[in-house]
């Protein structure tokens, strides 16, 4: 026979910090955020460090539950990757140069060699892989993880929106052809658009630049908003968006149309936006710069 034990949390509120709390002076930008940490929610360490109390850390693990059944219904799988990397991988990739230039990467060296706290995880996913993939009947397979980033923002912003130190979840597919990419990308794209909607975001997926990632296709997916820095041009009637980066292309016409059956902008307006998201098809950039 078993035995289950129901435990209760006896936990008081004033040991939350949610109790009688004088607010003062709230940022009128991010009124959420100063809330959290007048009444002790968020502690700040520094620009763009922070520390969670009990409240926001039960948001982040719900949202954290929502996303790791999303995708293993979706037939992903779970990884984790460490965050702390050796320099090599990243110089294999040619991405080093790029991150120590801009000053977003921090980097750390000792007697043992020199290290990087990782901002992104194609690099060491690609060594898990080359590790764990033997064969093409391992493929086509996605491996995904949570877990903290970091990047050394010049100008950290808002709180929790732009800061040093943040939660992310990552997901990368192999694919051994490109239909079949094509399909984990599709696959992908409906997993985020479903687990914006359980959250409760309405997001408008847009036609977005690679940029450093490189790679054929991308989308972002975005949250209409005024604490937002980015500005999309964005058709109401048709629901269609895209990056005003993507007008910065010689070929953006042929590519619009090639691409997403786009063939006319005149209609698309400008508005102010917040990144939730972004996917790539990646092709094989990263495994031929990695030997992968």
């Not at 391992?138 to 709180?159: A, C, D, M, P």
């Not at 997001?203 to 820095?229: C, R, W, Y």
């Amino acid at each position: 026979m078993k035995h289950l034990v129901r435990r209760k949390n006896n936990m008081k509120l004033s040991q939350t910090g949610m109790g009688n709390v004088k607010l003062n002076n709230i940022d009128e930008m991010y009124p959420g955020q100063s809330i959290l940490l007048q009444t002790g929610q968020l502690v700040q360490y520094g620009a763009g460090l922070f520390g969670y109390n009990t409240v926001p850390l039960l948001v982040r693990r719900n949202i954290e539950k929502i996303i790791t059944d999303t995708l293993n219904k979706y037939g992903c799988v779970e990884v984790s990757l460490p965050t702390l990397q050796p320099d090599a991988i990243w110089k294999n990739s040619g991405r080093y140069d790029h991150y120590v230039d801009e000053g977003t990467m921090l980097i750390t060296n000792t007697n043992k060699g020199t290290f990087c706290l990782a901002p992104t995880g194609e690099e060491a996913i690609l060594e898990f892989a080359k590790e764990k993939l033997k064969s093409y009947k391992n493929l086509s397979v996605t491996y995904y993880q949570i877990g903290e980033k970091f990047r050394n923002e010049i100008r950290t912003r808002g709180y929790l929106l732009r800061g040093k130190s943040f939660p992310m979840l990552d997901a990368y597919s192999f694919d051994a052809d490109e239909k079949s990419m094509e399909i984990s990308y599709e696959n992908a794209r409906k997993a985020f658009l479903e687990i914006f909607e359980k959250i409760g975001l309405p997001v408008i997926p847009i036609v977005a630049d690679n940029g450093t990632m490189g790679g054929k296709k991308s989308e972002e997916f975005m949250l209409i908003s005024e604490q937002g820095e980015d500005k999309i041009l964005y058709d109401e009637q048709t629901g269609m968006g895209l990056n005003t980066e993507i007008l910065e292309r010689e070929d953006y016409k042929q590519y619009l149309e090639e691409e997403y059956g786009i063939t006319d902008i005149s209609n698309f307006k400008e508005i102010r936006t917040m990144e939730l998201g972004h996917i790539f098809q990646l092709g094989t950039r990263y495994s031929e710069m990695m030997n992968g």
